[in-house]
T-cell receptor, first 114, second 113 residues
Framework: GENVEQHPSTLSVQEGDSAVIKCTYS??????FPWYKQELGKRPQLIID?????GEKKDQRIAVTLNKTAKHFSLHITETQPEDSAVYFC?????????????FGTGTSLTVIP | DTAVSQTPKYLVTQMGNDKSIKCEQN?????MYWYKQDSKKFLKIMFS???????INETVPNRFSPKSPDKAHLNLHINSLELGDSAVYFC????????????FGPGTRLTVT
């Protein structure tokens, strides 16, 4: 089965700096990679995703890159703000439809220091 | 409000007991999921139902039994609770063609003493 590894497990950055979270996956058949944000005591929420036919996707201050050859993908947050503090999860799946299992990384706890 | 709701939000019980967690979604989705998040925040799929049919059944003890009476509900029953079952259980839902857009419930924090 798929194995998703996520690094680092904790990350502290100064407000305004960038944060990068990296994930690797093992199954080359995986082709869909969402990222979720979970604020303290709240539910995970989808923030951005990328499909295997795309190398990079950007949405305002967040971007995700994918290297299919190396089987790794990364989340980039620029100009970080205190409200970006949360646990971030990457995930990998072989598709977007029901029946395609999502394998989650172990999470990165991001703290943005004001 | 349109949402995924779970009850109860907190559940404290003793080892050996049987308990149920209920999940309801009014988003019109046809697929529902149960996830377990352990103390290290690791989020792992347990079950998934599409149109009331089980489509994902991960390796979980058979003490865990999901039940989907209709597309809007997916309940989780746990028999003979063990200390290791302590975790936060999240229900989620999506449409089958957009499984990436999973809407998570608020979670149920289960503590087994």
């Amino acid at each position: 089965g798929e194995n998703v590894e996520q690094h680092p497990s904790t990350l502290s950055v100064q407000e305004g700096d960038s944060a990068v979270i990296k994930c690797t996956y093992s199954d080359s058949a995986s082709n869909y990679f969402p990222w979720y944000k979970q604020e303290l005591g709240k539910r995970p929420q989808l923030i951005i995703d990328i499909r295997s036919n795309v190398g990079e996707k950007k949405d305002q201050r967040i971007a995700v890159t994918l290297n299919k050859t190396a089987k790794h993908f990364s989340l980039h947050i620029t100009e970080t703000q205190p409200e970006d503090s949360a646990v971030y999860f990457c995930a990998a799946s072989k598709g977007q439809s029901a029946g395609n299992q999502f394998y989650f990384g172990t999470g990165t706890s991001l703290t943005v220091i004001p | 409000d349109t949402a995924v709701s779970q009850t109860p939000k907190y559940l404290v019980t003793q080892m050996g007991n049987d308990k149920s967690i209920k999940c309801e979604q009014n988003l019109g989705h046809d697929t529902m999921y149960w996830y377990k998040q352990d103390s290290k925040k690791f989020l792992k799929i347990m079950f998934s139902y599409n149109n009331k049919e089980l489509i994902i059944n991960e390796t979980v003890p058979n003490r865990f039994s999901p039940k989907s009476p209709d597309k809007a509900h997916l309940n989780l029953h746990i028999n003979s609770l063990e200390l290791g079952d302590s975790a936060v259980y999240f229900c989620a839902s999506s449409n089958s063609g957009r499984a990436y857009e999973q809407y998570f419930g608020p979670g149920t924090r289960l503590t087994v003493t």
